[in-house]
């Protein structure tokens, strides 16, 4: 079964920094695409960043410079480290896998998402 | 930058009744790349439709998806109350991925 826990979500200071982590069972991670998708309070999905199985990243422009997405093949897990927040990155983020191998080009499978919250 | 709208904000319709949600592209997406997903509140949103007019594993055939080019729909045929709930439809092309705002359907 396939299935993804994201981790590490809390509350920080505008300028500080957090990581977020995303374990992955039922599949391999560094065969996958996988991407950050986040949401504000109340507000709509907004996609973050993607890595692709061959290591390729793509980060939306509101990020870039900012976060940093990565993978430990080890520990199939995803990562995404978020420096210089701001209160506008307060969201809910979620993990996704974007399916590829079947010809869906879809986010098929999602976690729970974790809940991060920049303010002083 | 492709920017997806979705019509309207607000659905208000009865279980029974037909749901027709649109979505229009600003620039032509690839059918292939264009997929409608369900959330419910306090939830991850759940994939419905891949590919345009593809239904993914597990969702109803009441469920159905259309369109090309610019204007996509996401029609649903007779709604149940388990349907109420809002939908976003979401693009890739050029290595992005982007959103609709959402229509947020809800019980009349």
């Given at each position: 079964?396939?299935q993804?826990?994201?981790?590490?979500?809390?509350?920080?200071?505008?300028?500080?920094?957090?990581?977020?982590?995303?374990?992955?069972?039922?599949?391999?991670?560094?065969?996958?695409?996988?991407?950050?998708?986040?949401?504000?309070?109340?507000?709509?999905?907004?996609?973050v960043?993607?890595?692709?199985s061959?290591?390729?990243?793509y980060?939306?422009?509101?990020?870039?410079?900012?976060?940093?997405?990565?993978?430990?093949?080890?520990?199939?897990?995803?990562?995404?480290?978020?420096?210089?927040?701001?209160?506008?990155?307060?969201?809910?983020?979620?993990?996704?896998?974007w399916?590829t191998?079947?010809?869906?080009?879809?986010?098929?499978?999602?976690?729970?998402?974790?809940?991060?919250?920049?303010?002083? | 930058?492709?920017?997806?709208?979705?019509?309207?904000?607000t659905?208000s319709?009865?279980?029974?009744?037909?749901?027709?949600?649109?979505?229009r592209?600003?620039q032509?997406v690839?059918?292939?790349?264009?997929?409608?997903?369900?959330?419910?509140?306090?939830?991850?949103?759940?994939?419905?439709?891949?590919?345009a007019?593809?239904?993914?594993?597990?969702?109803?055939?009441?469920?159905?998806?259309?369109?090309?080019?610019?204007?996509?729909?996401?029609?649903?045929?007779?709604?149940?109350?388990?349907?109420?709930?809002?939908?976003?439809?979401?693009?890739?092309?050029?290595?992005?991925?982007?959103?609709?705002?959402?229509?947020?359907?809800?019980?009349?």
């Amino acid at each position: 079964e396939v299935q993804l826990v994201e981790s590490g979500g809390g509350l920080v200071q505008p300028g500080g920094s957090l990581r977020l982590s995303c374990a992955a069972s039922g599949f391999i991670v560094n065969s996958n695409y996988m991407s950050w998708v986040r949401q504000a309070p109340g507000k709509g999905l907004e996609w973050v960043s993607i890595m692709y199985s061959g290591g390729s990243i793509y980060y939306v422009d509101s990020v870039k410079g900012r976060f940093t997405i990565s993978r430990d093949n080890s520990k199939n897990t995803l990562y995404l480290q978020m420096n210089s927040l701001r209160a506008e990155d307060t969201a809910v983020y979620y993990c996704a896998r974007w399916e590829t191998y079947s010809g869906t080009y879809a986010f098929d499978y999602w976690g729970q998402g974790t809940l991060v919250t920049v303010s002083s | 930058e492709i920017v997806l709208t979705q019509s309207p904000g607000t659905l208000s319709l009865s279980p029974g009744e037909r749901a027709t949600l649109s979505c229009r592209a600003s620039q032509s997406v690839k059918s292939s790349y264009l997929a409608w997903y369900q959330q419910k509140p306090g939830q991850a949103p759940r994939l419905l439709i891949y590919g345009a007019s593809n239904r993914a594993t597990g969702i109803p055939d009441r469920f159905s998806g259309s369109g090309s080019g610019t204007d996509f729909t996401l029609t649903i045929s007779r709604l149940e109350p388990e349907d109420f709930a809002v939908y976003y439809c979401q693009q890739y092309g050029s290595s992005l991925y982007s959103f609709g705002q959402g229509t947020k359907l809800e019980i009349k």
